[in-house]
């Protein structure tokens, strides 16, 4: 009998080790947070439409930070990020027009910007009763006061590809209307080398799943 | 006198034997008795072609039967089964092909069921006991499929069905080690495929004390 007892007892921690997660499975590296998403913002645009052949491509990225932020070194050249969305379009089958002046006989306007935000967070041990920390199982906080804070940050960013609807142009002081949009996300970290392969790496990623784009 | 020594050692041997079989045949057991089981299962259907078709290693049910008649029991099994499954570099479609994500995507299920079972034994005097039953019930899920910073998660509760077989070999007069295999159905009105996966689980059966 206590021998069975003891049995169960060890069954049950066994069993506690072995279920202990419920998400057995979690992002590891910095890769399995990258993710590029796409999407077709005006669905009754036609992408098929034979008349659509030419775009213009904004000279500049516009570089979106946290306010107040003084550090907006992004590390990456910016032109071969415009490079390798010039390419793209021209391998779906695009003919760019790269003078500013005719950019109104643009079918598609194209614009690219670049996002880094901070996201801070604090995580707590000890003191009476507090939560125990981001994102999962904590100390309880039974034990010791003050609590001791830590805080850090995780430093994500973005590249966003937009097409606009360049034949909604002439139509001035309105907003043109955006047709198509892809979103690369993921941490900002890693080399420099690291974050512009990625980053170029995301741009072809958000044609190679648009088919629809290609001519 | 070597007659009757001989008679005597002859029936304290088949008493004693007599003993052994009933001691061993009298707790396995159509009484009343509890189970705990380590369960692997393997997706099939829709849930293995739409979601996750890699086998699970992880669940646990406890599971406790009251005879009602010499050969059949009713009783509840609660049970838990984590299903998980890596796509690295998988395009996603959504929307009906107006969006798609890209990336490495995990997926995670959580399942948690909870039922009421019923269970036939074909036999009354043996040691070995095979026995069928089906257990009808509630489930409930956790539906996780995260891609970067992205996570879709759908919490829902489905309709439970899982018919079932097994054996039990004894191992002394309290406890005996179970084997047997459930199909679960667990139907879902409003989520995209229902979840249907087969288990196999070893477990340890014990009667009360």
Same mark, same amino acid.
């Not at chain 1, 005719?102 to 801070?120: G, K, T």
């Not at chain 2, 199909?183 to 196999?200: D, E, G, K, R």
């Given at each position: ?47 098929n439409n034979p008349a659509i052949n030419t775009y213009y491509l904004a000279d ?156 | 006198?070597? %007659? ?6 002859? !029936?304290?041997?088949?008493? +004693? &034997?007599?003993? #052994? ?32 078709? %890699? ?6 049910? !406890?599971?406790?039967?009251? +005879? &009602?008649?010499? #050969? ?24 009906n092909g107006n969006a798609a994500i890209y990336g490495n995507q995990i997926r ?30 509630t489930a409930h899920s956790n539906q996780v499929l995260q891609v970067g910073f ?60």
């Amino acid at each position: 009998m206590k021998e069975l007892s003891n049995l169960l007892k060890g069954i049950t921690f066994a069993a506690i080790l072995l279920f202990s997660s419920c998400f057995p499975l979690e992002p590891e590296f910095v890769s399995d947070f990258d993710a590029v998403f796409t999407e077709i913002s005006d669905p009754d645009f036609d992408f098929n439409n034979p008349a659509i052949n030419t775009y213009y491509l904004a000279d500049t990225v516009i570089v979106l930070t946290d306010p107040g932020t003084s550090n907006t070194d992004l590390e990456i050249d910016l032109r071969l990020v415009l490079d390798r969305v010039r390419s793209n379009m021209n391998q779906a089958g695009y003919t760019e027009i790269s003078d500013s002046n005719l950019a109104i006989q643009a079918d598609y306007l194209v614009l690219v910007s670049v996002n880094r935000s901070d996201n801070y967070f604090s995580t707590w041990w000890g003191g009476w009763g507090g939560w125990g920390g981001w994102g999962g199982w904590g100390w309880g906080g039974c034990c010791f006061f003050p609590p001791q804070v830590s805080t850090s940050n995780i430093r994500t960013a973005a590249i966003i590809v937009e097409l606009l609807d360049g034949k909604a142009l002439p139509q001035q002081n309105e907003v043109i209307p955006e047709v198509w949009y892809g979103v690369g996300s993921g941490l900002f970290r890693g080399s420099n080398t690291n974050l512009t392969n990625r980053t170029l790496g995301a741009i072809d990623q958000m044609f190679v799943q648009s088919p629809y784009l290609t001519r | 006198m070597k %007659k009757i020594l001989v008679f005597l050692a002859i !029936i304290t041997f088949s008493i +004693s &034997v007599n003993a #052994q079989t009933n001691r061993i045949k009298v707790p396995n057991f159509r009484v009343n008795n509890f189970r705990v089981n380590y369960d692997v299962a393997v997706p099939f259907g829709n849930m293995s072609n739409d979601f996750i078709n %890699k086998m699970s290693w992880r669940g646990v049910s !406890i599971e406790n039967r009251w +005879s &009602v008649k010499p #050969q059949i029991s009713v009783g509840f099994l609660l049970g838990w089964q984590v299903f998980a499954q890596r796509f690295d570099n998988y395009t996603q479609d959504l929307n009906n092909g107006n969006a798609a994500i890209y990336g490495n995507q995990i997926r995670t299920i959580n399942t948690f069921p909870i039922q009421g079972t019923v269970h036939y034994t074909f036999v009354k005097n043996l040691d070995i006991l095979p026995w069928v039953g089906m257990g009808i019930g509630t489930a409930h899920s956790n539906q996780v499929l995260q891609v970067g910073f992205y996570e879709v998660q759908k919490k829902f509760m489905s309709f439970s069905i899982t018919p079932q077989a097994g054996i039990d070999l004894p191992v002394n007069k309290v406890t005996a080690i179970s084997f047997s295999t459930r199909y679960n159905f667990f139907l879902h009105s409003n989520q995209p495929f229902n979840y249907s996966f087969m288990v196999f689980s070893v477990g340890i059966k014990n009667m009360y004390f």
